[in-house]
T-cell receptor, first 115, second 111 residues
Framework: EAGVTQFPSHSVIEKGQTVTLRCDPI?????LYWYRRVMGKEIKFLLH????????ESGMPNNRFLAERTGGTYSTLKVQPAELEDSGVYFC?????????????FGQGTRLTVV | DAKTTQPPSMDCAEGRAANLPCNHS???????VYWYRQIHSQGPQYIIH???NNETNEMASLIITEDRKSSTLILPHATLRDTAVYYC????????????FGKGTRLHILP
């Protein structure tokens, strides 16, 4: 079974440009989460989808970040316009929506560098 | 903020048991203790979780004190591939809330 896949694995863009990150969760997982780790800091939650609905977006840093999950399958995270402080590793995770606490499976992450 | 406290780093000799402590003195009755780890350049990986009983799986054992205010993750025979940052996390049961990562413990397995 395929795990959580993210692409690209690396992205280098200039300040002011737009970047779109993609996450494909494990098939059948209704829960999809985005996290990021900025250099030297802890892994921080960004938002949580249940199917196509945003359940919790309290971690989104500002309105330059837009996450979508049309159709409840894969998700995209767009950063527009990118700033230097957006550099970091962006992780996606998914889990079953079974009503009990279940483990979350993480992707390998997308390393974003804004120059 | 994370509700757990862990030592920033630990060393363990290869082949020995690695015992990673975690304090969660404010844990609520409906919160589980989870452990994840992040090996360099990879995404976090689930290890184990428990409520109040000790748990064991193919990766590790989890020992939770009777008052549930602390726990220990045990890797019975550490290998070099176990070098990683280990995160102890508390999460509410029966919900799929976000994971709140703290600083974790950086475990170095020494050859």
């Amino acid at each position: 079974e395929a795990g959580v896949t993210q692409f690209p694995s690396h992205s280098v863009i200039e300040k002011g440009q737009t970047v779109t990150l993609r996450c494909d969760p494990i098939s059948g997982h209704d829960n999809l989460y985005w996290y990021r780790r900025v250099m030297g800091k802890e892994i921080k939650f960004l938002l949580h989808f249940v199917k196509e609905s945003k359940q919790d977006e309290s971690g989104m840093p500002n309105n330059r970040f837009l996450a979508e999950r049309t159709g409840g399958t894969y998700s995209t995270l767009k950063v527009q316009p990118a700033e230097l402080e957006d550099s970091g590793v962006y992780f996606c995770a998914s889990s079953l929506n079974s009503g009990i606490n279940t483990e979350a499976f993480f992707g390998q992450g997308t390393r974003l560098t804004v120059v | 903020d994370a509700k757990t406290t862990q030592p920033p780093s630990m060393d363990c000799a290869e082949g020995r048991a690695a015992n990673l402590p975690c304090n969660h003195s404010t844990i609520s009755g409906n919160e589980y203790v989870y452990w994840y780890r992040q090996i360099h350049s990879q995404g976090p990986q689930y290890i184990i979780h428990g409520l109040k009983n000790n748990e064991t799986n193919e990766m590790a054992s989890l020992i939770i004190t009777e008052d549930r205010k602390s726990s220990t993750l045990i890797l019975p025979h550490a290998t070099l591939r176990d070098t990683a940052v280990y995160y102890c996390i508390v999460r509410v049961a029966h919900r799929d809330d976000k994971i709140i990562f703290g600083k974790g413990t950086r475990l170095h397995i020494l050859p």
